[in-house]
């Protein structure tokens, strides 16, 4: 069901594809040179190219025998070297075998490995082979990983683990990559106390204010932590003024339709200003402007409406920002393990764990239940004026996928 059929609720594609188009006109395109250990969580600036062959030379896959397959013909062949890893042997002598082990070089003359648990070493040293020996068997060809020049990382790609660990198989001590973006985190109410005050009435804790800055951190954000803001117009103006030198200003609550909307306001005088009320559920109101030039970008303030709003817009928003194509979560269909009898106005995401392969959902699914969240693997996705029998396949996005 397209959003036309909800006039006035703008589809999730449709505000993320702006959000990308707003994010490709202003990309992040510094960059910086960092050593590989402090890498983790950036984004390639340049293309990772292969600076040698991988393995840069045929080696052993095995514990064994290296030999020429040729001279294999089941008579027992001595055993002339000895070759560990991390050793250049001399060429193999003819109608001889070399004992050799896994990551070990080939010696010159050889052409295939023969595992020791097929060899019998005779009273006299020497080796029988039981099987007959295919050529190339148990080899890693040099190049059979990567050539020399390739493209190993395409610009734009996340760091991670893996990766890192792919740039220091070929070497790379350094890369190039984005600077990290500053994002401002904005946690706006006048009921909002931190954690280790005391709550007086009518007071909650700031859950938000951790939950982005330790995501942001994650994402490899410079996190500029702007603290509460009571709901205030001149306090507004005031705070916003002072992070001229960000990239991404990101505020939590105040966008509720109906209340006064000081960031709304605030962003109003400042420039320009877009209000959207998304088919989105939890989530609805979305802010997004500009305040003396600064991107702002206005999330709903209960936390899971917060959380799924960061996780489907602001997240790819960023990453777009820093140059990354693949920006949306991996998402597969599961069976449903629950009825879902009344089509909704909005896309809904449902918290959810898997349960014997089906989508299980967490009894209370209201936005204001940060617990739903840290009890579930994922969001299951139920399109608006859509309904479920159970077993049906639905759409399921892992957290897995998203608080990376
Ligand atoms: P608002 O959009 O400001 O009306 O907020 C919607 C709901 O989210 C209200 O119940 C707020 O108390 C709650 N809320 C707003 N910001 C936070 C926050 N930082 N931490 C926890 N709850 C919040
Ligand atoms: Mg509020």
Redesign the pocket.
Known sequence: MSGDDHPGLMPVETALARLLELAEATPICECERLPLAEARGRVLAEPLLASLDLPPWPNSAMDGYALCQADWQGEPLAVSQRIFAGQAPGPLEPGTCARIFTGAPLPAGADCVEMQENAEVLADGRVRFREPIKPGQHVRPQGQETRQGETVLAAGTRLGPVQLGLCATLGAAELAVRRQPRVAVLS????LVEPGQPLGPGQIYNSNRRLLCSWLEQLGCAVVDAGILP?DLALTRAKLGQLSAVDLILST??V?VG?ADFLGEALREGGELALWKLAIKPGKPLTFGHYQGVPVLGLP?NPASTLVTFALLARPYLLRRLGVDKVAPLHFPVPAGFVWRKPGSRREYLRARLEDGRAVLYANQSSGVLRSVAWADGLVEVREGSTLAEGEPVNFIPLSELLV
């Open positions: 706006t109410g006048d009921e709901d609550g105040g509720s209340e303030g």
